[in-house]
């Protein structure tokens, strides 16, 4: 049977609290057919970060999924799966003879032609991540944890402005490391481990 939506927002006029769903959700999860029984889940992408950091003579397109969750939720287990999965799939670092980083290595291009620049550009994929909030948003709450870590305000502006390491929390660079297809070490996902 189809997951209960259990997301809610609270009307800022009346002070109610609604289901937080759009009408292609709602059709989608109300649809007999597109019963989660079957084995399959539908669902959406709360937040897709991209920034341009430079580096000398090279501009990288820095992207990161992020799923959101509030009120203190946490990820169901399909969504940590999903997750899981999207994450060793879309990351595109590269192993150096010095730096060893297993699991989170995925086979994504490091190039990747721009619609808006009209050609190819360097992309970073960071990967999936996850911010729990205790609130409905970061104004609202008393504690934001970023892939389990408490974190302040400071730390999740800079981690959406792209200047913090999504991993690691330390300052991004664009720099490379050898070669210019050699991409910096990132560190531990909220995954927890060996893929």
Known sequence: MTRVFNQTITCPHCGKDHRAESAFSSWVRDHPQMDSANGHAVCDIDCDVQQIISHKFKDVEVLMLIEIKTRGADLTASQRDTLAMYNQLVRNRRATPTKKVRWQSGTAPL??????????????????????LSGTSPGDSTWMKWDGQLVDMRVLIGLLQGRLDPDTLAPLSARSHHRQAELPLLGMLFFGGAA
């Open 111 to 132: 190039l990747a032609y721009s619609t808006q620049k009209q050609r190819r550009v360097w992309v970073r994929m960071l990967g999936c991540h996850v911010l729990r």
